[in-house]
C-alpha cells in the first residue's frame, strides 16, 4: 500500500465532547498551548519536507523545458510557463491524445477494480457473519493477498499470464475454453486490462473485505432478529439493515480504494514490466514513461500536477456529496 | 435465525469460488518454487515432474537475496516504529486537544496522501542528495533516506487510525489521571497508550507492509548496498534467462514473515480498524 | 520561498561539481558495470580479479557494482541530474549522444585520448558509436559487438537445407521449412523495445530510409521506414515463420527458445556464451551475416548491422579524474581487451588485439568481419535514447496486433510510427 491514500477530513461524526472544554484545561490553557504543536513538530516537518516541497518542486519543474539538456542544471533550463501545460492538453498532438486515451483506461479500470472489489468484499464479509466450521481459516486464507508484498503477488500473476507457460491459459485450455492450439495473450493487446484488473482485484478486495467485515461488527443482532421476524428475506436484510449500516464504512472505503487505484504504479510496472500495452496504459506509468523514459521531466511534472488537481476535485466533490447526503439522512 | 437452503448454497459457492481465486496464485508461487528449471519453461504442469529444492538454494546465489532481505527488514521495521511513534503523539495532540491550525494540519497531512509518487520522486532525489552534499549525512542511496521516505508514507493514514482509535477511550480516565496529577505526556502513556495496544499493533503492521512492498522509489532511491526485496526480486529476470522457479521460491521466502505476521496479528488489526478508520 | 531557496542550492550544487562521489580519497574509484554475463554475480566474479590486478599497479582501489540493464540508464540519468554516482560507468554506446547532451561526461578530446593510449588505438566504428559527430566523444569503446544470423545446424541438416540464407527471401522460405510442430523458423524478441528499434535501424538502412534527417529532426514515417518496419514484423504476421508468442517475450526468451531448440534461427549479438550457458554447445549452433534484401530497394544501404556495443565513460564530477582515466586506459589495454572480450564473446574495442587468436573463433570471425565492412552507427543524436523507446515500443504493440491475428497493414505501420515521431516533437 505505498503512496496509498487515505481520504481526506472524513473522520466520521461522534467524536468525544470536548466543545465545552473542561475548566481544568482552560485554567492551564497557557501552559498548554504550545503543547500540541510541539506534539506534531515531528510529523510536520517530515511531512512537509518529504512530500510538501518536494511536491511544490515538482510544480516548479512544470514550468520548465527540462529535458536532457539541463537536468544537470536546472538553472540553464528555459522557463516554459505555461508550454508543458498546454501540450498536455492538447487533443490535437499525439501526446494530448495518448495522455487523455491513458485517462480513460485509468478510469474505466478504477471504476471496475473498485466495483468489483467492494463486491467481492462484501459478498465475502457476509457469507462470513454467520458461525460454520472453518470460518476462521477463510477468514485468514482471505486476507493474505492484502498481507502479501506487491511485488511477490504481482510476479506470481505474470508468470501466470504467460501465453506458452501460465496457469492462467492451462486452465482455461482444460476447462475448454480457449483454443490449446492457439491461446490467447494477456499481457499484451486487448486482453491486458483484462489481466490487470484481475491482478488489481485479487490485491485490493481483501481490503474492502477488512474493512466491511469490521463494520459489520458493529450492527446489532438485534436488527436482523426484527427484520428477520417482519420475514425479510436475505436481499431485504441487506438492503435494509447491512447496506445502511455500512455507510460510514463505505463512504471512507470507496474513497480509500479509488484514491489508491487511480495512482496504483506498481502493479502495472511489475506486471507489464516498465512500459503497459496501450489497452492498460494506467496514468501513472504514462506518466512515468513521459518522464523518465524520455527524459522529459518538465512534461511529465505538468501531467502529474494536472493528475493531482483531478484527485483534488473528485475527492473534495465526493466528500461534499457523501456529507450532504448523510446529514439529509 | 435460520440460513435458508437457497442461502447456505450460494454461500458455499460464493465462498468456494473466492478460495479458487485467492488460493490460485498462492499454489503457483508455491508449487513453482518446488519445480526444476525445465519445467517453468515448458507449458504449465499442475506438479512438479519431480520435487526438488534446488531453487531454494539457488536462489540465494542468483541475486544476493540475503542482502535485499536484510535491507528491506531494518528499512521496513525502522519506518513501521518510527512512524508509529510519531503518529502517536501526533494523534494524541489531534484527540486530546483543541487548537488553532488543527483541521489545517489534518487536511494537508491526509492530501499529501493523493499526490502522485511520480510527481515528487525526482525532487526529493535531489533534495536527498544536496542535503548530503551539505550535511555529510548520506540520504540518497541510504537505507537511511529510504527510512524516511517511507516512513512519511504510512504516517497520514496512521494519525488517522490513531485519532480514530484515541478518541474511542473515554475522557474520563484522561480526567481521573489528570486529578491525580498526571501530566499531558503521563496521561498519554499510563492511560491511553495501555488501552490502545490494538490500535498500536495495527497501524505498525500496516506501516510494516508499506515500506515492505513499495517499489517506485525503491527502484530510483537505492544502488547496490541499499537495495530492497521490492527491486531485488527483479534480478531473477538475467541477461539468459528467467528463471521462474527461482522467483517463485524467493517469493515464498519474502512473503511468509510478512504473511505469518500480519495473520498472527489480524485480531488487533481488525480491532483497530473497527474502533479507527470505520467506526 | 522555501522552494526558491531550495532550487538555488540544487542549481549551484548541480553546476558547481561538488557532488562528491568517492568520498575523497583519491585512491578510490567507484565503476558500474554493465551486466554482459550469465548473471550480475558471473560478472562480479569476472571483473574482481582484474580490478585487483588495477589495484596492484595503481594503488587505487575500485568499488564495482554491476548494474543491471532494466536500471541502467535510470539510474545513470539519475547520477547526472544529481552530480552523484560512480566515477567510471559502462553505458550501452547507443546512448552516448543521449548522455553527451546532458554534458555529464567528461568529452574525450585529443589531448585526453592520448593519456589513454591515442585515439588511433581504437577500431574506428566503434569509436564513431561513442557521441555526436563532430564533437569530442563522451566515451571511447570497451567490448564490440554486432548483429548476426545463428542458426541451428542439425535442423538445417534435418531439412535438407545446406547453406544458411543470404537474403530477406531466402530465409522466409527457409524458416518455411522448418516450422512445424513444435519448432519454429526463427525466434524474434517482440516485446522488447530495444531489440526492436535496433530492427528497425537495420532493416531501414537496407529500405534506403534514415530515422533522423541531417538536421537531426525525426523522420520516422517515411515510406522507406514503414516499409522496413512492415519486412521485419511480416516475419510473424505474413510469412509465419515466427510463434506468435515471440510478441511477448521481453527477457530474452528468443535466446532460450533458441537454445532450447524450439527455434532454428535467431538475430543477436554475439549469443554464443549465452547458449552455452543454456547447455547448447558449440557445435550445434552455426553463424552468418544477418541477409539482405535479394533486390536492394532504391537508395538502400549495404548495412546488416548496427555498430553495438558498450563504451566506458567518465563522470564530469568525479574528483579523481586521473584515476578514472587510468583505470579507463587499464579497460582498454591490449591484456584486458583480450581476458575480458574472450569471456564475454565479444569483440576488442582496439585494433592491437584483432588478430589475437581468442577471437578467431567461426562467432567472432562472422562477427568481426561485419563489424569492419557491413556496419552502421545508430543515429548519434541527442534523442537517440528516445529513439529507441517510442519506436521500439511502437512495434511491440504491431508485434501484439500480428500475434492475435490482426492484419498489420502499411497504413497501421506508418501511423503507429508517425505518432511515435509526434511525440519526440513534444
Known amino acids: 500500500?505505498?503512496?496509498?491514500?487515505?481520504?481526506?477530513?472524513?473522520?466520521?461524526?461522534?467524536?468525544?465532547?470536548?466543545?465545552?472544554?473542561?475548566?481544568?484545561?482552560?485554567?492551564?490553557?497557557?501552559?498548554?498551548?504550545?503543547?500540541?504543536?510541539?506534539?506534531?513538530?515531528?510529523?510536520?516537518?517530515?511531512?512537509?519536507?518529504?512530500?510538501?516541497?518536494?511536491?511544490?518542486?515538482?510544480?516548479?519543474?512544470?514550468?520548465?523545458?527540462?529535458t536532457q539538456f539541463h537536468i544537470r542544471d536546472w538553472s540553464t533550463a528555459p522557463f516554459a510557463g505555461l508550454d508543458n501545460y498546454r501540450v498536455t492538453f492538447d487533443l490535437d498532438s499525439a501526446t494530448g491524445r495518448d495522455l487523455l486515451h491513458s485517462f480513460w483506461v485509468t478510469t474505466a479500470y478504477t471504476t471496475l477494480s473498485v466495483g468489483l472489489s467492494w463486491m467481492l468484499g462484501l459478498a465475502a464479509a457476509v457469507f462470513l457473519q454467520r458461525p460454520f466450521k472453518g470460518r476462521a481459516l477463510l477468514r485468514t486464507l482471505f486476507l493474505t493477498p492484502y498481507a502479501l508484498p506487491v511485488y511477490t503477488a504481482v510476479i506470481t500473476w505474470t508468470f501466470m499470464f504467460q501465453r506458452d507457460t501460465g496457469l492462467v491459459n492451462h486452465a482455461l485450455d482444460q476447462l475448454g475454453l480457449v483454443d490449446g492450439a492457439n491461446p490467447p495473450f494477456w499481457l499484451i493487446g486487448e486482453n491486458s486490462f483484462v489481466a490487470l484488473l484481475v491482478?488489481?482485484?485479487?490485491?485490493?478486495?481483501?481490503?474492502?473485505?477488512?474493512?466491511?467485515?469490521?463494520?459489520?461488527?458493529?450492527?446489532?443482532?438485534?436488527l436482523y432478529e426484527a427484520s428477520a421476524i417482519d420475514g425479510a428475506n436475505f436481499w431485504r436484510r441487506l438492503r435494509d439493515v447491512t447496506l445502511p449500516m455500512l455507510r460510514p464504512v463505505n463512504q471512507v472505503l470507496l474513497l480509500v480504494l479509488f484514491l489508491w487505484t487511480f495512482n496504483d504504479f506498481n502493479t502495472p510496472y511489475v506486471l507489464f514490466g516498465g512500459s503497459a500495452p496501450r489497452q492498460a496504459d494506467l496514468i501513472s506509468i504514462h506518466i512515468y514513461q513521459s518522464s523518465f523514459v524520455t527524459w522529459n521531466f518538465g512534461l511529465g511534472s505538468a501531467m502529474s500536477v494536472a493528475l493531482l488537481l483531478f484527485l483534488l476535485v473528485v475527492t473534495a466533490g465526493y466528500l461534499l456529496v457523501t456529507n450532504r447526503r448523510r446529514e439529509h439522512a | 435465525m435460520r440460513e435458508s437452503t437457497g442461502e447456505r448454497w450460494a454461500r458455499r459457492v460464493v465462498l468456494g469460488l473466492l478460495t479458487l481465486f485467492v488460493l490460485a496464485p498462492l499454489y503457483v508461487m508455491v508449487s513453482s518454487g518446488l519445480k526444476p528449471l525445465r519445467d517453468v519453461q515448458g507449458?504449465?504442469?499442475?506438479?512438479?515432474?519431480?520435487?526438488?529444492?534446488?531453487?531454494?538454494?539457488?536462489?540465494?546465489?542468483?541475486?544476493?537475496?540475503?542482502?535485499?532481505?536484510?535491507?528491506?527488514?531494518?528499512?521496513?521495521?525502522?519506518?513501521?516504529l518510527v512512524s508509529v511513534a510519531i503518529a502517536i503523539f501526533a494523534a494524541f495532540a489531534i484527540s486530546r486537544y483543541r487548537f488553532r491550525g488543527r483541521q489545517l494540519f489534518s487536511v494537508t497531512v491526509l492530501s499529501t496522501q493523493m499526490f502522485p509518487g511520480i510527481l515528487f520522486l525526482l525532487p526529493l532525489f535531489l533534495i536527498y542528495v544536496n542535503l548530503g552534499n551539505a550535511t555529510g549525512i548520506e540520504l540518497y542511496a541510504s537505507?537511511?533516506?529510504?527510512?524516511?521516505?517511507?516512513?512519511?508514507?504510512?504516517?497520514?493514514?496512521?494519525?488517522?487510525?490513531?485519532?480514530?482509535?484515541?478518541?474511542?477511550?473515554?475522557?474520563?480516565?484522561?480526567?481521573?489521571?489528570?486529578?491525580?496529577?498526571?501530566?499531558?505526556?503521563?496521561?498519554?502513556?499510563?492511560?491511553?497508550?495501555?488501552?490502545?495496544?490494538?490500535?498500536?499493533?495495527?497501524?505498525?503492521?500496516?506501516?510494516?507492509?508499506?515500506?515492505?512492498?513499495?517499489?517506485?522509489?525503491?527502484?530510483?532511491?537505492?544502488?547496490?548496498?541499499?537495495?530492497?526485496?521490492?527491486?531485488?526480486?527483479?534480478?531473477?529476470?538475467?541477461?539468459?534467462?528467467?528463471?521462474?522457479?527461482?522467483?517463485?521460491?524467493?517469493?515464498?521466502?519474502?512473503?511468509?514473515?510478512?504473511?505469518?505476521?500480519?495473520?498472527?496479528?489480524?485480531?488487533?488489526?481488525?480491532?483497530?480498524?473497527?474502533?479507527?478508520a470505520v467506526k | 520561498m522555501a522552494v526558491a531557496a531550495l532550487l538555488t542550492t540544487a542549481s549551484l550544487a548541480a553546476c558547481g561539481d561538488s557532488g562528491s562521489s568517492s568520498e575523497g580519497a583519491a585512491k578510490t574509484l567507484s565503476y558500474w558495470a554493465s551486466n554482459q554475463g550469465a548473471s550480475i554475480e558471473f560478472d562480479k566474479q569476472t571483473l574482481q580479479p582484474e580490478l585487483d590486478k588495477f589495484e596492484q599497479q595503481t594503488g587505487i582501489k575500485v568499488n564495482l557494482e554491476v548494474v543491471p540493464w532494466s536500471d541502467l540508464l535510470n539510474r545513470l540519468l539519475a547520477a547526472a541530474t544529481s552530480g552523484k554516482g560512480p566515477d567510471v560507468v559502462n553505458i550501452g554506446n547507443t546512448w552516448?549522444?543521449?548522455?553527451?547532451?546532458?554534458?555529464?561526461?567528461?568529452?574525450?578530446?585529443?589531448?585526453?585520448?592520448?593519456?589513454?593510449?591515442?585515439?588511433?588505438?581504437?577500431?574506428?566504428?566503434?569509436?564513431?558509436?561513442?557521441?555526436?559527430?563532430?564533437?569530442?566523444?563522451a566515451a571511447v569503446p570497451l567490448y564490440s559487438l554486432a548483429y548476426a544470423l545463428y542458426y541451428n545446424k542439425k535442423m538445417f541438416a534435418d531439412a535438407g537445407i545446406a547453406a544458411p540464407p543470404a537474403t530477406w527471401e531466402e530465409l522466409v522460405e527457409t524458416g518455411r521449412k522448418l516450422t512445424r510442430a513444435g519448432q519454429w523458423g526463427l525466434a524474434v524478441e517482440g516485446a522488447n523495445p530495444a531489440e526492436n528499434s535496433h530492427h528497425a535501424f537495420t532493416f531501414g538502412q537496407q529500405w534506403g530510409g534514415e530515422w533522423f534527417d541531417s538536421a537531426g529532426k525525426p523522420t520516422f514515417d517515411t515510406p522507406q521506414n514503414v516499409a522496413a518496419v512492415k519486412r521485419y514484423i511480416d516475419l510473424m504476421a505474413v510469412d509465419k515463420i515466427v510463434n506468435p508468442s515471440n510478441a511477448e517475450y521481453a527477457q530474452n526468451q528468443s535466446v532460450a527458445d533458441f537454445a532450447n531448440r524450439k527455434a532454428a534461427m535467431l538475430l543477436w549479438q554475439a549469443a554464443g556464451s549465452?547458449?552455452?550457458?543454456?547447455?547448447?554447445?558449440?557445435?550445434?549452433?552455426?553463424?552468418?551475416?544477418?541477409?539482405f534484401p535479394a533486390t536492394p530497394p532504391p537508395g538502400g544501404k549495404k548495412v546488416n548491422s548496427m555498430v553495438a556495443g558498450i563504451n566506458i565513460a567518465i563522470f564530469a564530477h568525479t574528483e579523481n579524474r586521473d584515476g578514472a582515466l587510468q583505470f579507463v586506459k587499464f579497460m582498454t589495454s591490449d591484456a584486458e581487451q583480450v581476458i575480458l572480450n574472450k569471456t564475454y564473446g565479444s569483440l576488442p574495442s582496439v585494433k592491437t588485439v584483432s588478430a589475437d587468436p581468442a577471437f578467431q573463433a567461426p562467432e567472432q570471425k562472422v562477427l568481426g568481419e561485419v563489424l569492419a565492412a557491413t556496419a552502421a552507427p545508430l543515429p548519434q543524436v541527442p534523442e537517440e535514447s528516445q529513439f529507441e523507446t517510442l519506436v521500439g515500443t511502437a512495434m511491440k504493440e504491431l508485434f501484439a496486433d500480428a500475434a492475435s491475428g490482426k492484419v498489420v497493414t502499411e497504413a497501421l505501420v506508418k501511423e503507429k510510427l508517425g505518432v511515435a515521431q509526434q511525440k519526440m516533437g513534444s
Open chain 1, 1 to 66: 500500500m505505498a503512496t496509498t491514500t487515505a481520504p481526506g477530513p472524513v473522520r466520521p461524526a461522534g467524536r468525544p465532547a470536548e466543545d465545552g472544554p473542561p475548566s481544568r484545561r482552560r485554567r492551564r490553557g497557557v501552559r498548554r498551548s504550545y503543547l500540541p504543536y510541539l506534539l506534531l513538530v515531528p510529523a510536520a516537518l517530515l511531512e512537509l519536507g518529504i512530500h510538501v516541497v518536494p511536491m511544490l518542486v515538482g510544480v516548479w519543474m512544470s514550468l520548465l523545458e527540462l
Open chain 1, 199 to 222: 491482478v488489481s482485484v485479487w490485491r485490493s478486495w481483501p481490503f474492502a473485505f477488512l474493512c466491511l467485515m469490521a463494520g459489520l461488527q458493529n450492527v446489532p443482532a438485534e
Open chain 2, 43 to 80: 507449458a504449465f504442469t499442475w506438479l512438479p515432474s519431480r520435487v526438488t529444492f534446488e531453487p531454494f538454494v539457488e536462489m540465494w546465489q542468483t541475486v544476493p537475496l540475503g542482502r535485499y532481505l536484510v535491507n528491506s527488514l531494518l528499512v521496513a521495521s525502522s519506518a513501521a
Open chain 2, 143 to 276: 537505507r537511511l533516506g529510504l527510512t524516511i521516505t517511507y516512513l512519511t508514507f504510512s504516517l497520514p493514514f496512521s494519525i488517522w487510525m490513531l485519532v480514530g482509535y484515541f478518541d474511542s477511550i473515554p475522557r474520563g480516565l484522561d480526567e481521573a489521571a489528570q486529578v491525580d496529577g498526571a501530566g499531558p505526556l503521563r496521561t498519554l502513556f499510563q492511560v491511553i497508550l495501555p488501552t490502545a495496544v490494538p490500535g498500536i499493533v495495527a497501524v505498525t503492521v500496516y506501516a510494516f507492509m508499506t515500506a515492505w512492498g513499495e517499489v517506485l522509489f525503491a527502484s530510483v532511491m537505492t544502488d547496490e548496498h541499499s537495495r530492497t526485496l521490492a527491486v531485488g526480486l527483479q534480478g531473477y529476470a538475467t541477461q539468459y534467462n528467467v528463471y521462474w522457479n527461482q522467483a517463485m521460491a524467493a517469493s515464498v521466502v519474502v512473503s511468509v514473515p510478512v504473511v505469518v505476521g500480519f495473520l498472527a496479528l489480524q485480531r488487533y488489526f481488525v480491532a483497530g480498524l473497527t474502533a479507527g
Open chain 3, 96 to 137: 552516448s549522444a543521449s548522455l553527451q547532451a546532458t554534458n555529464a561526461l567528461i568529452p574525450f578530446d585529443d589531448a585526453t585520448l592520448a593519456r589513454i593510449g591515442g585515439k588511433d588505438r581504437f577500431v574506428p566504428a566503434a569509436l564513431a558509436a561513442a557521441g555526436a559527430p563532430g564533437k569530442p566523444p
Open chain 3, 274 to 291: 549465452n547458449f552455452k550457458a543454456q547447455g547448447m554447445s558449440p557445435e550445434e549452433w552455426g553463424v552468418a551475416p544477418v541477409p
